[in-house]
């Protein structure tokens, strides 16, 4: 893929490229954007962000608390300067709330939560966190069975604190080694859940976008750690299947055969792949082997201010959210249930006449800190906030 060549920004990170519309400027706006609106999904009488942030009857509520989306706000934050952070997080700075988190009596049950506090432990200089390190171990990420985007969580966790976590290094390597055995060089794509996992009848042939862009993201930092060529060219082979399947317009699609490579049902088309996590990987696979996917960033960004489907932009500067997906008109998730049944049955067999009959025009009105937080991550090296 080339360079864009229409702008060019220098960055701390180096030179980065865009085309307009998505100017160095816009994505700096962008990222404002993400500022105010975890500002407004924090609970401070919870310490913890809401689960999501929806629009009912043209009033914003806020549901819920998730540790998981927690710990990537954290991480989004790491990159802010301190006066963000205690803006956002009633006065606290976020190496404080993390500390807390970390060392909170009731220990973090999940793997993939535990990961990303600690991914975010790394990002923050957050001190003595071994016992949450030894919580880590006892899950057994190279053995156990775990979600290939949790494995991916905790590979990007490793790699982050080592050598500041003395005797992790190998579990660095058996992690990485289990996300690479998982991988199908023959689809181009991630397994759901790693080689060796059960698999569910109907569905173990599904996988979908996460699955595919934390692996590289994992595998490029582990690389350019470890120099293995071989998790470099596996995260390549994967960037290279989703790009060449992305939409026309810009959509990153969101379930993958694991046999063929192929798409199984594309929407719905969320907010979070288009301008956080897609850049997420890609930036760490150029920054890895220097292959520029930058056209394909600019097009999933396009994409976010004016998707194809819907007469407006998911960007809602007013609410000061970017809103949650844009998804077919349905009950419940039946084309995706539909088309992962016919595909179970033939990998070249999808149900005829959905884009007709389920349009894809429905908006969902939400939005939650994760994406705002992985926003800032992806970008924080790159482009600093209006």
């Not at 009912?56 to 301190?82: D, H, K, P």
């Not at 007013?318 to 088309?339: L, N, T, Y």
């Amino acid at each position: 893929m080339t360079s864009l060549t229409t702008e060019q920004q220098a960055t701390p990170g180096g030179t980065v490229w865009y085309s307009r519309p998505w100017s160095f400027s816009a994505v700096s706006r962008l990222k404002g954007l993400a500022i105010r609106g975890l500002g407004q999904m924090y609970r401070p009488e919870k310490e913890l962000f809401a689960f999501t942030l929806r629009r009912r009857n043209g009033e914003l509520q806020l549901e819920g608390v998730s540790l998981r989306y927690t710990a990537i706000a954290l991480l989004g934050l790491a990159g802010e300067e301190a006066s963000i952070q205690a803006g956002i997080l009633d006065g606290a700075h976020a190496a404080d709330l993390c500390s807390r988190i970390l060392r909170a009596a009731d220990p973090i049950e999940n793997l993939g939560d535990l990961a990303l506090m600690l991914r975010a432990a790394a990002a923050l200089e957050v001190d003595d966190v071994k016992p949450a390190w030894d919580r880590l171990r006892a899950f057994e990420p190279d053995k156990q069975p775990h979600p290939t985007v949790e494995l991916a969580w905790t590979l990007d966790a490793l790699v982050a604190s080592v050598p500041g976590t003395a005797g992790n290094e190998p579990l660095v390597h058996a992690v990485a080694d289990r996300l690479m055995h998982s991988f199908s060089s023959r689809a181009g794509v991630f397994p759901h859940w790693p080689a060796g996992s059960r698999r569910s009848i109907l569905r173990g042939h599904v996988s979908c976008f996460a699955d595919q862009v934390y692996p590289i993201e994992s595998l490029a930092r582990y690389h350019r750690w470890s120099g293995r060529s071989e998790a470099r060219a596996i995260a390549a082979r994967c960037a290279e299947r989703i790009c060449g399947l992305q939409g026309a317009d810009g959509q990153w699609w969101w379930h993958y055969d694991t046999r063929s490579g192929r798409v199984i049902e594309g929407y719905p088309v969320y907010s979070v792949h288009q301008d956080a996590m897609a850049p997420m990987a890609l930036f760490a696979l150029r920054d890895a082997c220097g292959v520029d996917y930058g056209s394909a960033v600019e097009r999933g960004m396009g994409w976010l201010q004016q998707p194809a489907e819907i007469p407006d932009s998911l960007i809602d500067e007013g609410a000061g959210v970017i809103w949650r997906k844009v998804a077919r008109h349905e009950p419940g998730k039946f084309s995706r249930g539909a088309q992962a049944l016919a595909s179970r049955v033939h990998p070249a067999l999808r149900v005829p006449g959905l884009a007709t009959l389920l349009r894809p025009t429905s908006v969902d009105y939400e939005c939650r800190p994760y994406h705002l937080g992985w926003l800032l991550y992806a970008w924080s090296d790159r482009v600093p906030s209006a």
